[in-house]
């Protein structure tokens, strides 16, 4: 038997009131509604492609000797405001952002550890930049990171508006 700890997943056919940050931030935009963040926007979260996902979930069904769960997920992070502010650009809107006090219970930063991922199945989240060694993971170039996450928003945004997702 094997576990999968799944972390902040994003893509195609996600339902427009499933409640997840990407997107409420999608349906927002496209409404022309303001976008809600809960705090400051400085908090942080990951963000994991679907197919990344997948990638990892196929690999964790084909590998032996593993019996402790593995983190699925991105090790990188990113600010909610600086995904809102992605979002809009998506959407080709001026980002209008209302900010509402953070419950309490909403923490400051949420990072899965990957580095078993990383290391017994060899995958890394391709929002993450690329496959990298334990020598270079500290070394992340938040801008492709960035570019690569712009790139998705406005594939899975185009699904939200052809309503096909």
Known sequence: ???????????????????????????????????????SGNQT????YVSDLIEGLIRLMNVEGVNDPINLGNATNSRSKELAEEVGRACSVSTKIKYLQLPADDPEQRRP???????????????SVARRSAATRSRILPSVWAARLGLRLRLLLICFVKQKC
């Open 113 to 127: 550890d990957t580095t078993r991922a990383e290391d017994v199945l060899e995958v890394v989240a391709a929002d």
């Open 45 to 48: 979260r990951s963000f994991c």
């Open 1 to 39: 038997m094997r576990i999968a700890r799944i972390f902040n997943t994003y893509g195609p056919r996600m339902l427009e009131n499933d409640g997840r940050v990407v997107s409420n931030f999608i349906v927002q935009a496209l409404r022309g509604e303001e976008i809600t963040i809960y705090g």
